[in-house]
């Protein structure tokens, strides 16, 4: 338990950013498996139709600083070249 009143204000910080962060990073995960399932399937109507909205659910997440900038402009890269490969 926290000991002091500045120590009790972060912890209650972290816990409100800790339930934000998991819900941007369970959104992304999901938005990132459709375009991946679609990609897999072979479906690529389906997959481009995806992939925009993942791609700003990775930007939107590395904005708020959920995951590094470099770590989604690498994820877009994949999945944008990956959808390409389906023709």
């Given amino acids: 338990m926290p000991n ?3 120590a009790i204000k972060r912890a209650l910080q972290n816990e409100r950013r800790r339930t934000r962060n998991r819900h941007v990073i369970s959104t992304l995960r999901t938005r990132v498996k459709q375009v991946k399932t679609a990609i897999d399937v072979g479906d690529a109507e389906t997959a481009r ?3 925009p909205v993942a791609v700003k659910a990775l930007e939107r997440a590395a904005g708020k600083g959920v995951i590094h900038r470099n770590q ?6 994949r999945l944008v070249r ?5 023709g």
């Fill in 72 to 77: 989604a402009q690498r994820r877009i890269g």
């Fill in 49 to 51: 139709s995806a992939l």
């Fill in 4 to 6: 002091h009143k500045s």
């Fill in 82 to 86: 990956a959808v390409n490969q389906l």
